[in-house]
C-alpha cells in the first residue's frame, strides 16, 4: 500500500488586513500572539507565519522590537518552524518590511512575487464602528493602494535574507507572479524546492473559482515541474473550501485569523487553532497525513531551529 502524503499546514495568526474592531478574537498584543500561535501549533500547524501589532492599537508594527516581544517565548515553547512576514503592511516601504527577516534569521520569511491592487474597502460595506479611527482609515485607502513589488524590491530582499540560510514562503497572487518567480529561478536567485504559496479571493487578485485554482496549479507545474511545493490559502469564506479543493489536487494548505476571521457561516473563529483543527479534519478525511514541524522541515528543505537568531 502507498504510503499516505504528509501535508503541511502553515497558520498565518494575525497579518495586516484584519482590524481588532471585526474580531474579539484577534490576537493583537504579544501575549495574544504567542497564545495563538501555540495553539495553531498544538493543533497541527507546522509552520506559524508571524506579524506583530501595536499592543494598544492593533495596527501593523513592522519594527524588530515588536517581533522580539514574541519570537524567543515561541522558540522556546513549540518546534513549529517560524514564517515571518517580509510583506508587512501594503502601505510599508521594503527597507520597514525587511527588517525582522534580516534581524532573526528565520527558517522562513514570506515574499510576495508581484505589485498588485489590494483593495479592501468593499469591507466598509460589512463593518460600520470602529475602536480606533486608524482601522477606518487603513480600509478606506485601499480604493487607492497599489501594494508594491517591484523586481527591485524582490531582489532587495532576496539578497538581504539569502545569506542567512532563510528561505522563502514565495506568495502569488496571480499567475503573473508564478512567471515572476521562474525568472527569479532561471537567474539563479532563488533555488529549489520553491515552496509556492498561492493567494485566493484578495480583491486585486485572483479569484475563487475552481477554474482559478486549477489555471494556478497548472501554470505552477508547467514552470517548476517537480521543483516546488504548492500551498494555497483562500481569504475570507472561501479558506476552507480552497483548503480540501486543492489538497486533493497535492496542494499543502494555510489557514489561520490572518486570512480569515471566520470558523463557519456566519460565525467567528475563536482562534487560528480552531482553523487548524478544521482544516485537520477535512484533510485526514480524506486518507491525508499531516506533516510534523521536522517533516515540513525536510520536505522543504530547511535550516532547523538551532540556526535562527531569536
Known amino acids: 500500500m502507498a504510503a499516505a502524503r504528509k501535508v503541511i499546514i502553515t497558520c498565518a495568526c494575525t497579518g495586516a488586513i484584519h482590524t481588532p474592531s471585526m474580531s474579539p478574537h484577534l490576537p493583537v498584543t504579544p501575549d495574544e500572539i504567542i497564545a ?3 495553539g495553531a ?10 506579524h506583530a501589532r501595536n499592543p494598544e492599537t492593533g495596527k501593523p508594527d513592522q519594527t524588530p522590537e515588536a517581533f ?9 515553547r513549540t518546534s513549529a518552524a517560524i514564517n515571518i512576514t517580509t510583506g508587512g503592511s501594503p502601505y510599508m516601504k521594503v527597507e520597514e518590511r525587511v527588517l525582522p527577516a534580516a534581524r532573526f534569521k528565520p527558517e522562513v520569511a514570506s515574499l510576495n512575487m508581484g505589485s498588485i491592487n489590494f483593495g479592501l474597502y468593499h469591507l466598509l ?4 464602528d470602529f475602536k480606533f479611527e486608524w482601522e477606518r482609515q487603513h480600509l478606506e485607502a485601499t480604493r487607492d493602494l497599489v501594494f508594491r513589488n517591484s523586481f527591485k524590491d524582490i531582489e532587495y530582499i532576496l539578497e538581504t535574507c539569502y545569506g542567512n540560510g ?36 484578495i480583491l486585486g487578485g485572483i479569484g475563487t473559482h475552481p477554474e482559478d485554482i486549477m489555471h494556478m496549479k497548472r501554470t505552477a507545474d508547467r514552470l517548476f515541474g517537480d521543483q516546488y511545493r504548492w500551498s494555497v490559502l483562500g481569504a475570507g469564506a472561501s479558506q476552507l473550501r480552497i483548503a480540501a479543493m486543492a489538497a486533493s489536487m497535492g496542494s499543502n494548505v494555510r489557514v489561520g485569523l490572518e486570512d480569515s476571521l471566520w470558523i463557519g457561516p456566519g460565525e467567528l473563529a475563536p482562534s487560528s487553532g480552531a482553523q487548524v483543527r478544521k482544516a ?23 535550516k532547523g531551529a538551532d540556526q535562527v537568531s531569536f
Not at 479534519?281 to 530547511?302: H, N, V
Open 36 to 38: 495563538d500561535a501555540l
Open 125 to 128: 460595506d460589512r463593518y460600520k
Open 166 to 201: 532563510t528561505r522563502f514562503e514565495f506568495e502569488c497572487y496571480d499567475i503573473a507572479h508564478l512567471y515572476n518567480l521562474k525568472h527569479f529561478l532561471d537567474r539563479g536567485l532563488v533555488k529549489p524546492p520553491l515552496f509556492v504559496q498561492s493567494v485566493f479571493g
Open 41 to 50: 501549533a498544538e493543533a497541527g500547524a507546522a509552520i506559524l507565519h508571524l
Open 68 to 76: 522580539g516581544r514574541f519570537l524567543p517565548q515561541l522558540k522556546q
Open 280 to 302: 485537520r479534519q477535512i484533510l485526514e478525511g480524506m486518507g491525508l497525513e499531516i506533516a510534523t514541524p521536522d517533516e515540513a522541515r525536510e520536505m522543504l528543505d530547511l
